[in-house]
Each structure stands twice: as structure tokens, then as C-alpha cells.
């Protein structure tokens, strides 16, 4: 079993920051990429940004140079720096990780709980 449990979301003015931290546990081999999708209501799941091998991050377009994703692989967690914040963004933010579990298993997708960010005009 893989968990990943998220904090830092909560309610924020237009133009504040927020961080988000999320720190998987469990039953990890190794990680190959982590990050952040969001889901606002009524809309799909989008990605944020997602750290891949090598270091490798992409944003999405509405958040570019405003939010910045890093990893830390000794305690395999992600964060996600949210600056400049709009009402737009107001959302629930889900970690995301893709593992294996074993040297010869499969990688496996997981998700976080969810935080919710809420960001007033």
C-alpha cells in the first residue's frame, strides 16, 4: 500500500500564496514521477505540473511562472510553491505519484485525498 496525504491548502485573498505539501509513504521502490492535478467544480481534473525523471517539470499554461513544483527524494514528497494566486484557481489540489513497488512490478498511479483551495476576489 502506497498513501499520500496532503496539507497546506485553505483560504487565501487574490494575489497571496499558498504552499502545498504532500509526503507519500508505504510500500515504494521508486518513484518515477510526482506533482499536483487540480479539479475546480463542475470542471475535469487538470494537471498542474508534474516533476518526471531527471527533473524534468511541466506546468500547466495557466500557471506558469506563478506556481513551482519541487521534490524532495530523500522523504518522497512534492510541493507545490503557489504564488500570485487568482480566483480561477480556486480549486481541490490532488497529489499524484507514479511507483513501482518491487524491482519487476508494474507502476501503479496513485492520488492523494485532496486539499482544497479557495481563493477569494
Known amino acids: 500500500q502506497v498513501h499520500l496525504v496532503e496539507s497546506g491548502g485553505g483560504l487565501v485573498q487574490a494575489g497571496g500564496s499558498l504552499r502545498l505539501s504532500c509526503l507519500a509513504s508505504g510500500s515504494i521502490f521508486d518513484i518515477n514521477v510526482m506533482g499536483w492535478y487540480r479539479q475546480a467544480p463542475g470542471k475535469e481534473r487538470e494537471m498542474v505540473a508534474v516533476?518526471?525523471?531527471?527533473?524534468?517539470?511541466n506546468y500547466a499554461d495557466a500557471v506558469k511562472g506563478r506556481f513551482t513544483a519541487s521534490r524532495d527524494n530523500l522523504k518522497n514528497a512534492v510541493y507545490l510553491q503557489m504564488n500570485s494566486l487568482k480566483f480561477e484557481d480556486t480549486a481541490v489540489y490532488y497529489c499524484y505519484l507514479e511507483a513501482t513497488t518491487g524491482r519487476s512490478s508494474p507502476t501503479f498511479r496513485y492520488w492523494g485525498q485532496g486539499t482544497p483551495v479557495t481563493v477569494s476576489s
Open positions: 516533476i518526471r525523471p531527471g527533473g524534468i517539470t
